[in-house]
């Protein structure tokens, strides 16, 4: 348990909302960075969240998706999978950079900077409780609502 405190960012969400992290404190929260949107990996992860939002919720814990993605793309990917949660565009990396998981990954024998897949379990006191980094999808969610359910 690193119980460091989650670096604080101010970003527009879905929803015309504005998700400042320091602002929720108080709240358990799941912050989970992926790639892009409507690619087949961050589709299954975000619908498996998205499947699992009642049992998060019942369990005091709010969701937010983080990627690079422009707000147009997030609300139709919102839209798609008729998220109940609202997904976070950081297009400045400026979350990305806070969390650390801007990484270099090679992609057809090319390197490019890009989101290596990771979830931050933030406590109510706005600590990091858990973290995840280099997912990989199926049962990730599962696997972070149990731990949602100790805090």
Same mark, same amino acid.
């Given at each position: ?26 709240? &358990?929260?799941? @912050? ?5 949107? *409507?690619?087949?990996?961050?589709? *299954? ?6 499947? @699992? %939002? ?17 707000? =147009?793309?997030? +609300?139709?990917? =919102?839209? =798609?999978? +008729?998220?109940?949660?609202?997904? /976070?565009?950081?297009?400045? +990396? ?8 801007? &990484?270099? &990954? *090679? ?7 890009? /989101? ?11 600590? /990091?409780?858990? +973290?995840?980094?280099?997912? =990989?999808?199926?049962? %990730? ?11």
């Amino acid at each position: 348990m690193s119980a460091s405190p989650a670096p604080d960012f101010s970003l527009p969400a879905t929803g015309g909302a504005t998700v400042t992290l320091s602002a929720l404190r108080g709240r &358990k929260l799941v @912050l989970y960075f992926y790639p892009k949107d *409507n690619t087949p990996g961050c589709t *299954n992860e975000t619908r498996d969240f998205g499947t @699992l %939002h009642a049992e998060f919720a019942a369990s005091g814990c709010e969701i937010f998706g983080v990627s690079r993605d422009s707000m =147009k793309s997030h +609300e139709n990917f =919102k839209a =798609k999978l +008729e998220l109940p949660f609202e997904l /976070i565009s950081d297009p400045d +990396e400026q979350a990305c950079e806070a969390f650390g998981v801007m &990484k270099l &990954k *090679n992609m057809y024998g090319k390197q490019v900077r890009g /989101i290596e897949r990771s979830t931050f379990l933030i406590d109510a006191e706005g600590r /990091i409780a858990r +973290e995840w980094r280099g997912v =990989k999808v199926p049962g %990730h969610a599962e696997e972070v609502l149990a731990a949602a359910r100790t805090l």
